[in-house]
């Protein structure tokens, strides 16, 4: 039962108000049920540091820390920026479950024999749009943002592709053209922060209550981006390296900024590993041409790299396909693959030691009893 505090917030003049600004729908709203202590307040992570949390109920801002029992993540979510939450005061008693969450395998495997991820990590909870941001300078990169693609797809998200820094080509619709043959159906928006080209056309994005997170390289102008759809500089910004055309990290925390269209952006760190983790057929969505040609190949465990009879590979040699689209569509499905059979095999151990502890209790009981 939703207790009398929290209704005042939530339903004050017959509406959600303050909360639903801030993105509060019914998902969130029945897990209130059960929760009869008027110290539990609803209140959305704005922010994440270190050691505590910005959280924010639509009114008024305050830095929390988390219980003692949810920092062992076995026992519930850890708070990520966007989440929802209930609070005791100053204190994180529960994340409320996500609607959705965008997540990546951990960084920290360049460089490394096994360059596969060992975990999973969550960038930012409760999303509307990801915002797959691509600068027209050395950024631009077609592999790159189909991972991006398969990425956001494996979470169950919708991507919007936004491509910056217009100003740097006489014919920047060219490269919209190249960037629509490799991602089938999504939005494909160019602008220009510099003179707001293109912003106009984002704001639909941003509807009250609506929350969109931005992804992409180091110096991609994510920080730039937001700074002129809010109207004003509220993230600090970088210049470009022009000897290796790679940006700075100046955004170095992810915060949840309400814009005054009414929406909320995430703004996150230049990300340098797009590792995937989720397999939620965002492969296949990704890549739906190869998808539909893979299902004509003459054996259906075709890797499409040397079988005789391979749909794809003649797509490929017709000119249907790109050589390095495939390459790409292979290596991901590859590193599926792995992660998948790891993942398994991580559950079905983690069930193998469950039932060993249960024999050596079951043993332990027998010998007391013979004991005794």
Same mark, same amino acid.
């Given at each position: 039962m939703v207790t009398r505090k929290v209704a005042r917030i939530i339903y004050k003049n017959g509406t959600t108000g303050h909360l639903s600004q801030m993105g509060w729908i019914s998902h969130f709203q029945t897990q209130l049920q059960g929760y009869c202590n008027d110290n539990f307040i609803p209140a959305r992570v704005v922010g994440v540091r270190k050691n505590n949390f910005r959280v924010c109920n639509g009114k008024r801002e305050w830095l929390a820390t988390i219980a003692g029992r949810l920092k062992r993540i076995a026992h519930g979510l850890y708070p990520v920026t966007g989440d929802w939450v209930l609070m005791t005061g100053t204190v994180i008693f529960k994340v409320l479950n996500r609607k959705n969450a965008l997540s990546r395998g951990a960084s920290g495997t360049r460089g490394r024999q096994d360059a596969q991820p060992k975990r999973e990590q969550v960038i930012a909870a409760n999303l509307d749009t990801v915002f797959i941001v691509c600068?027209?300078?050395?950024?631009?990169?077609?592999?790159?943002?189909?991972?991006?693609?398969?990425?956001?797809?494996?979470?169950?998200?919708?991507?919007?592709?936004?491509?910056?820094?217009?100003?740097?080509?006489?014919?920047?619709?060219?490269?919209?053209?190249?960037?629509?043959?490799?991602?089938? +159906?999504?939005? #494909?928006?160019?602008?220009?922060?510099?003179?707001?080209?293109?912003?106009?056309? =984002?704001?639909? %994005?941003?509807?009250?209550?609506q929350t969109a997170t931005m992804v992409g390289s180091s110096g991609a102008g994510k920080s730039t981006l937001v700074n002129r759809l809010y109207g004003k500089t509220i993230q600090a910004t970088g210049s470009v390296s022009e000897s290796i055309g790679k940006g700075k990290h100046t955004t170095t925390s992810r915060d949840l900024i309400m814009m005054p269209q009414g929406g909320m952006v995430i703004d996150n760190p230049g990300i340098r590993e797009i590792a995937l983790w989720n397999d939620d057929d965002g492969i296949s969505v990704a890549f739906p041409e190869i998808e539909i040609l893979?299902?004509?190949?003459?054996?259906?465990?075709?890797?499409?790299?040397?079988?005789? +009879?391979?749909? #794809?590979?003649?797509?490929?040699?017709?000119?249907?396909?790109?050589?390095?689209? =495939?390459?790409? %569509?292979?290596?991901?499905k590859r590193e599926q693959a792995y992660l998948s059979h790891r993942q398994h095999k991580s559950a079905a151990r983690v069930e193998k030691e469950q039932w060993k502890e249960v024999a050596l209790t079951i043993k332990a009981m027998k010998k007391r009893k013979r004991n005794g």
């Open positions: 600068g027209l300078d050395r950024d631009f990169n077609l592999r790159r943002i189909e991972r991006y693609l398969t990425l956001v797809y494996n979470c169950g998200l919708n991507p919007v592709i936004i491509l910056t820094k217009a100003d740097l080509h006489h014919n920047p619709m060219s490269f919209v053209s190249e960037v629509e043959t490799v991602s089938f +159906g999504v939005p #494909v928006h160019l602008v220009c922060a510099l003179d707001c080209t293109g912003l106009l056309a =984002l704001e639909k %994005y941003l509807s009250p209550g893979a299902g004509k190949c003459r054996f259906s465990n075709c890797s499409h790299m040397h079988e005789p +009879g391979c749909r #794809v590979l003649q797509a490929v040699t017709d000119g249907e396909i790109l050589q390095g689209r =495939l390459d790409s %569509y292979n290596k991901m």
